[in-house]
């Protein structure tokens, strides 16, 4: 427990640093992070015996921010689709294609690529730094609060398990914990935002009850997307996708409700 506290602690600092720092900084470190995230999911899918397609997902993560940068968030969903389209081809072209290959390559491209791509969306929000910067920090402290509060509630209370077959461990107490973690991460991002935002830069910002939605539904999108990595790991008989962080394994173990929140807010940029 003491090794995962001072790994948090280490990665809090680093996302802080990068939210203060201008915005191509953030983006690229999402980048790297992502580029990890993508590698050990392929990595497990492999390890179970799929043979995946890659290379068009390195493309695309390689290409997408001077894109993003130049054309805005638009590109990202022609470059998703001109990903899935080679991986189609290729795999139609081979000896034996298998629709299970497949599925197996747009698997990372999907649930890693996408988000991430999103994450990057969301840092590059053109001069809107404090836009950037409350809604990064939705995506990140509405999910990471609510694995917290899932962890002690669920170890406090026990009870019925939550999704079994999954992940045998977590508890319904658990995850009404956990949502009710992430409602408060919201509120307490909209807190800070009001004591230090003016007002002319809070009329900018999503007014307090967009902040207890988000809080809600990025709550149950990240312990979705908590699930579905437990799921692959259970497939491919892993029980950490890395040891990259000590004592909370590899980047997708971090990420993985982070990732799923990501989409909840980029779709949310996109229609406010």
Known sequence: MKQRFITGLMLTAFL????WLPN???????LVCICFAVWEEYHALSIAGHRVVTW??????????????LFGVKVIVPLLALALFIMITQILFRKEPELTDLSMS???LLTVALPGLSLVALSL?????????????????VPLLGDVMALFVGSAIGGPKFCPAVSPKKTIAGSIGGLAGSVIAAMAVYGLSVAICNASTLAKLPVWWHYLVLGFT???AGQIGDLFASLVKRHSGLKDFSNLFP????????LDSVLFMAVLMYCYLMFK
């Open 16 to 19: 802080a640093i990068n939210l």
């Open 125 to 141: 929000i053109p001069d809107q730094k404090a836009v950037e910067v409350v809604l990064l920090c939705l995506t990140f402290a």
């Open 56 to 69: 068009p997902t390195w493309v695309i993560l390689g290409v997408s921010m001077p894109l993003t940068w």
């Open 218 to 220: 990025g709550g149950i």
């Open 24 to 30: 191509w900084c953030m983006a690229l470190a999402t």
């Open 106 to 108: 747009a698997l990372p």
């Open 247 to 254: 004592g909370h394994g590899g980047m997708l173990d971090r």
